[in-house]
Nanobody, 127 residues
Framework: QVELAEAGGGSVQAGGSKRLSCKVSGYDMSSICFGWFRRPPGKAREAVATINKYENTYYAGSVKGRFTISKDNGKNTLYLQMDSLELVDHAIYYC?????????????????????WGQGTQVTVSS
C-alpha cells in the first residue's frame, strides 16, 4: 500500500513559480513509477509528468520546458517544480504512484495506469 500526501499548493501570479511536493510512504520509492496529474476547473484530469526509477522524465506538451518532475528517494518525496506559470495551469494537482512495472515506465502515463493517488493540492494562478 502506497500512501501519498501532496503539499505546496497555493496562490501565485502568472509568470511566477511554485514547487509541489508529495510525501511517499509504505513502499520503496526506487521501485515506483510516479506521475503528476491536474484537474482544471470544469475539465477532466490530465497527465502532466511521469518519472521512472532511472529518473527518466516525460511531460505533457503544454508544460514541457516549464515544469520539472523530480524525486528524492532518501527523503521519500516527489516534486513538481513549476516555472513560468500561466493562467491555464490553474488546477488541482495530484501525485500518483504505480508499482506494477517495478518502476520501469517509459512514456507519459495516463489516468488509469496509476493505482495510488494523493488527495490533491490546489494551485491558483492569477493575472
Amino acid at each position: 500500500q502506497v500512501e501519498l500526501a501532496e503539499a505546496g499548493g497555493g496562490s501565485v501570479q502568472a509568470g511566477g513559480s511554485k514547487r509541489l511536493s508529495c510525501k511517499v510512504s509504505g513502499y520503496d520509492m526506487s521501485s515506483i513509477c510516479f506521475g503528476w496529474f491536474r484537474r482544471p476547473p470544469g475539465k477532466a484530469r490530465e497527465a502532466v509528468a511521469t518519472i521512472n526509477k532511472y529518473e527518466n522524465t516525460y511531460y505533457a506538451g503544454s508544460v514541457k520546458g516549464r515544469f520539472t518532475i523530480s524525486k528524492d528517494n532518501g527523503k521519500n518525496t516527489l516534486y513538481l517544480q513549476m516555472d513560468s506559470l500561466e493562467l491555464v495551469d490553474h488546477a488541482i494537482y495530484y501525485c500518483q504512484a504505480a508499482v506494477t512495472w517495478g518502476g520501469q515506465c517509459y512514456e507519459l502515463r495516463q489516468e488509469g495506469d496509476f493505482r495510488y493517488w494523493g488527495q490533491g493540492t490546489q494551485v491558483t494562478v492569477s493575472s
